[in-house]
């Protein structure tokens, strides 16, 4: 095959590919925008160099109290709502027991955040298991059909990227010298 027809694959895959890496830049540099100026990420930051007042040989009550507490508490003001998950931090400032639920129907609900000394609920959010921008950025925010087309694209990125280096080493010319032998 030679340079003109990896030439004409290259234009029709790199326009279609074009729109789907502009929108991939774009969500990603969303994502880490997020994931680095994030309150999340500023309480692992904040709490990263601390150490845990739990250890594996602390007594049941170390962790089970919290949790009683919060189940407690989240019970008296929600009734009997469906518990996904669980996560207790126990070190920093403001240790926190945080219970993730349920519809009774399924599917995700709330996240209650609990101070895991007194069990008093700090404050209540929507939940779901991903925040939106990750599951934008992926395609999942269009469902399964944008999961789909999420792939086509990395396919169509990566046939780009191959293509692409297939008419750069087809171009290639051994005699050129200093720079001129990567960049002609």
Known sequence: MNTAFWREWHRWIGFPAALFLLFASVTGIMVAWYEFFGADEALREANRKLVSPVTLQSPAT??????????????????????????????????????????????EDRKLVFDAATGRLLKTESYVDKPFIHRLHSGEAFGDGGLVVAMVWGLALALLTVTGIIIYLRMWRPNLKGIERVFW
Not at 68 to 87: E, I, Q
Not at 92 to 105: A, C, D, I, L, S
Request: net charge positive; hydrophobic share 40%.
């Open 62 to 107: 170390a962790w089970s109290d919290p949790l009683s507490r919060a189940f407690a508490r989240g019970a008296a003001a929600l009734g009997g709502l469906p518990v996904d998950k669980v996560t207790i931090q126990f070190k920093g400032r403001e240790p926190t027991v945080e219970v993730f639920t349920g519809k009774p129907g399924g599917g």
